[in-house]
């Protein structure tokens, strides 16, 4: 929605609530805020709700074609963003991309899949190289249109992006059954 | 797209606090500067977001994490990455990675005939390359500060060169990977987990019977290993099957030169990752070799070892015990020497950098034990102290050890150590 469609919502329902809404007293409007400061309180808080909203878009999980794999439950895909599942299949190998640091769908994951600080993040794989379970950590992605790319072009590529933002052609990941965009989906 | 609600935000707030200074017949007008404010950010962001996408394809160059070394974001930088390796998308191979770790650390203690002061602690190079899709190598080289390292006689002290892992591996599957090489021996967690990064371990030092260049569990195993893991029902049942030379002439070292009997050594280690309780681990390991150590009776040895850890770290739990068995042919005697650890730590929430920690270990070896006798290795210990992550790369430890061992006096030991790796 553009924002420019705001100020005509709120005026609208300031009408209604000023038609419907009980009278109130001498002493309450006297006590009570400004009508210009509850206007802009009220659009702080339709902001608020919006970034709410925004922050809350799902994170899908993409693939390559080649993936021979449609559901994964959430603790199969924490192995593969572990690295403890390293194979789709034995003749395929699982390419991990992640998106760097800043990037809200990274924290998605680190949040939720991971569970770990951005330093957590660091140091578990590369004490994973260290352990030699791997020969390196995830190979790092700048976009989601450059995820999106390295995924239909690498083999076993596997991704994190914004549902929003997944073109055709790509493969997504049901975790547990659910797809973004379907209730209790996990990645928000 | 979502650093938009950001950018408005902060553009709304200033507007408001704008507003308040504003007499009420303006607030229309604001509204229409609050809202050309608006437009003005969307079109910022929509620039940044062009920006972006003009960037070359993905496809032509990607970077890599290794080790050490995180790319930086695109947008300024916070942290302190170092440079990204860039690299095609189509892997080339060999790929050699490099990576260190390093500690410096100052001790100062009671104990007669020491002297507190600085020393250097490890300095590891660790090296790991892709040979093909399913073939890797790793490579872990040491130099240790030794008085003894140095040439002349009587030697003079020096660096000592070891290469303390040389891995080649086959992964077939999740389920099985096979190798060759010099591995540390997986009869102990701690072992396979931290190496000789200090800057991975939480403390300042390994717990005493896991010492490097310590007799009670054979440290190093030279020879093959397979491993891999299982669903099993959400358990994820992983496994280790080693054959090797197990203990050399001298206890502390591997057969790297070759065996000095031939009784093979063998280990089975198995450890279970519940998916329903993510960060735990339990697990154990059989160990079984025969030792013809010099000046010492021949015995056959087993190993059994139990670990459980939490490994997150508020709290971060590892608890390991240790059974060495050792029966000598013809005598009917039999000794167990044992010896457990636990350790906690605990990140603050408030202060993420600092995680205090805290260590009991133990190590009883009977008397009538000849393979351990003369060594010395009982103990009763706690280890105390605080890490400081002032870096994403590097720690600062400072700890307090109390330690008990029989026939010698109680000791108290103060150190301080800077780990990092690069």
């Known amino acids: ?188 | 797209m979502h650093r938009f609600p950001k950018l408005l935000g902060g553009g709304l707030l200033l507007a408001f606090a704008a507003h308040a200074q504003t007499p009420a017949a303006d607030q229309n007008a604001l509204i229409q500067q609050l809202l050309h404010r608006i437009d003005q950010l969307e079109s910022r962001v929509t620039e940044l977001e062009s920006a972006r996408a003009s960037r070359p394809p993905a496809a032509a160059a990607i970077s890599q994490t290794s080790p050490a070394q995180v790319p930086p974001p695109p947008a300024p930088a916070t942290h302190d990455h170092g440079t990204p390796i860039v690299e095609a998308a189509t892997t080339t191979y060999p790929n050699l990675k490099l990576s260190g770790f390093g500690d410096i650390n100052y001790t100062a203690s009671d104990r007669p005939g020491t002297h507190a002061g600085f020393n250097e602690g490890q300095f590891i190079l660790h090296f790991s390359s892709a040979l093909s899709s399913k073939v890797t190598y790793f490579g872990e080289l040491s130099l240790t500060a030794r008085t003894d390292a140095g040439s002349g006689t009587p030697a003079a002290p020096g660096f000592n060169p070891e290469v303390e892992r040389t891995i080649i591996r086959y992964d077939q599957s999740d389920h099985l990977k096979i190798s060759f090489g010099r591995y540390h021996t997986p009869v102990s967690y701690w072992n396979t987990q931290f190496h000789h990064g200090s800057w991975l371990q939480t403390t300042a030092s390994r717990p005493e019977m896991i010492q490097f260049g310590g007799s009670f569990i054979p440290v190093h195993f030279v020879g093959a290993l397979a491993e891999g893991s299982f669903a099993a029902g959400g358990l994820n049942l992983n496994y280790n099957l080693g054959l090797g030379n197990g203990r050399s002439s001298v206890l502390s070292r591997s057969g790297d030169f070759g065996d000095i009997n031939n009784n093979k050594a063998w280990l089975a280690t198995v450890f279970i990752k519940p998916d329903k309780l993510y960060g735990l681990q339990v697990g154990g390991t059989v160990y079984r070799d025969k030792i013809d150590a010099t000046g010492r009776p021949q015995a056959q040895e087993w190993i059994e070892s139990a670990h459980i850890v939490w490994a997150k770290e508020n709290p971060e739990f590892i608890a390991e015990f240790f059974n060495i068995n050792h029966a000598y042919p013809g005598t009917g005697l039999v000794t167990n020497n044992q010896s457990w650890y636990a350790q906690v730590g605990y990140r603050l929430p408030m202060a993420q950098s600092w995680k205090p920690y805290y260590r009991y270990e133990y190590i009883h070896t009977p008397r009538a034990d000849a393979i351990f006798s003369g060594l010395n290795l009982g103990l009763s210990s706690s280890t105390l102290g605080m890490r400081w992550d002032f870096s994403s790369y590097a720690a600062f430890k400072l700890e307090y050890r109390y330690q008990e061992r029989p026939g010698l006096p109680n000791t108290n030991v103060a150190w301080a150590q800077t780990s990092f790796t690069f």
């Open chain 1, 1 to 188: 929605m553009k924002l420019m469609d705001r100020p005509a919502l709120i005026s609208h329902k300031r009408r209604n609530g000023g038609a419907g809404a009980p009278a109130r007293s001498a002493g309450n409007r006297a006590g009570a805020c400004p009508p210009q400061y509850r206007q802009i309180s009220r659009l702080v808080l339709l902001f608020f709700i919006l970034m709410g909203l925004a922050s809350a878009a799902p994170v899908a999980i993409v693939v390559s074609n080649d993936v021979p794999v449609d559901d994964l439950s959430f603790a199969e895909i924490r192995k593969v963003f572990l690295g403890e599942r390293q194979f789709w299949s034995p003749k395929l190998r699982v390419v991990l991309l992640m998106r760097a640091p800043v990037a809200p769908e990274r924290d998605v994951v680190l949040r939720d899949i991971y569970q770990m600080s951005e330093s957590q993040f660091r140091q578990y794989w590369i004490s994973k190289v260290f352990r030699a379970d791997v020969s390196s950590g995830p190979k790092i992605v700048y976009s989601t249109e450059m995820a999106n790319d390295l995924v239909t072009a690498i083999p076993g590529a596997v991704a994190f992006v914004d549902a929003a933002q997944i073109p055709k052609g790509l493969k997504v990941i049901r975790i547990d059954g659910k797809l973004p965009g379907d209730k209790s989906y996990p990645l928000r």
